[in-house]
């Protein structure tokens, strides 16, 4: 709806026949300046909206994560990986173009609501869809927008909950959180896990003793870094899996999902992913900005620290890429069994039966 309406708009259908175009990309232009001015303004002003966008662009990773649950995850799964990748690359790259087309960005109520002065900075109507649709008077579409948005924002929500819920749950049976999280309901729910996940979207009530913009940069400012970080732990961890599947002269194209241009495309993805982690933070140092340091590389320090942290207190160590385990061992589905969860144990049941590429034969 939000597509149709950029284009229609954009073309003179609207209340005020103004067929605007591209001209914002003209006037102010398409890429803010901030913090300093000139050439350096702007490429500060990419990085700002970069870091917004590694924010934003999660999903991938959380298909994985139903397979537990999933019936014939090798075939279902591996469609949805397919797929997944061409949806939301139409949704945030033509999303991202559809805002630079319908509002610019030095627009009055846009500056001040990211300011959070204008008293609903984090909200809906911070929306730049609902500030251009109040530029041409059009009556009634912007609350549209708004109800939509609001069901948005709860399956966003919904699925935060569940993959923080599961990704708990999986390390409390791993042995790398408290045992009392293994606590499951008759239907298979991990309810302690899921009492804990609750407790951090009491984080919103900070907005209640500061401006709700800091409270929102604050939470973006962690959210995204850990984001960062899970990719960057992802990029690593295929890469060691690509070493081994050669190692063990394993076709790759055997197996139900196969990507493309590997292992380039995550070498070229994990050296982008650490330089934004590395370098975004710059602006809380001149001049330095404590609160603004911690909440950019808190998570960053706490992901050395805990990592660091595992290898010596677990004494767990590196192996050789031919001796990596690419089936997952017996010893693993028993702990699965033992949590009582039966759609995990199909899962890994159907993974340990029905695997159809060679096998080393060590195994």
Sequence with gaps: MLFAFTFVTMVGGNPQHDAYGFRYWRNPGPVAEYRSTGTTGTWEGFLAAMWSASFCIVGPEYVSMVAGEAK?????????????????????????????????YNDPVLVSLLAGTFGKSGT??????????????????????????????FSAGNTYTYAATRSLYGMAIEGRAPPFLKKVTKNGVPIYCFIVTMFFPLLSFLSLSNSSSKVLTWLLNLITAGGVIDYIVMCITYIFFYRAVKAQGIDRKTLPYCG?????????????????????GYSS??????????????????????????KLIKR???????????????????????AETEPVIGFWREMLNTFTFRKNPTY
């Design 72 to 104: 014939h995850p090798r075939v279902y799964i591996a469609n949805a990986f397919k797929t997944v990748y061409w949806r939301f690359g139409v949704f945030f790259i033509l999303g991202a173009l559809c805002v630079g087309i319908v509002v610019p």
């Design 124 to 153: 809906a109507a911070a929306s730049p869809y609902v500030i251009a649709m109040n530029n041409l008077k059009i009556d009634g579409l912007p609350h549209l927008t708004n109800a939509l948005m609001v069901t948005s924002i």
């Design 260 to 280: 493309w241009f590997q292992p380039y495309g995550t070498y070229f993805a994990l050296a982008f992913e650490t330089l934004v982690l590395i370098f975004y």
């Design 285 to 310: 140092v001149s001049p330095f900005s404590y609160t603004d340091f911690i909440t950019y590389y808190a998570m960053a320090w706490f992901a050395i620290v805990t990592f660091t942290g595992w």
């Design 316 to 338: 767990s160590k590196f192996v050789r890429a031919s001796e990596a385990d690419l089936i997952w061992e017996r010893p693993q589905l028993e702990a699965y069994e033992a």
